[in-house]
């Protein structure tokens, strides 16, 4: 029961990390000026 909810829940972390680097990947190719920085 733990154990498939630990695997459940990290395996969200990853789709969530995941998505925040596509959603940081597309922002940069956007505005890669603006972005720079980040």
């Known amino acids: 029961m ?3 909810r ?3 829940n990290d395996a ?3 789709a969530v ?3 925040i680097d596509y959603l ?3 922002a940069a190719r ?3 000026s ?3 920085h980040f």
């Open 2 to 4: 733990v154990l498939s």
């Open 6 to 8: 630990s695997l459940t």
């Open 12 to 14: 969200s972390i990853s």
């Open 17 to 19: 990390a995941q998505r």
């Open 24 to 26: 940081r990947g597309n």
């Open 30 to 32: 956007k505005s890669d």
């Open 34 to 36: 603006h972005m720079k």
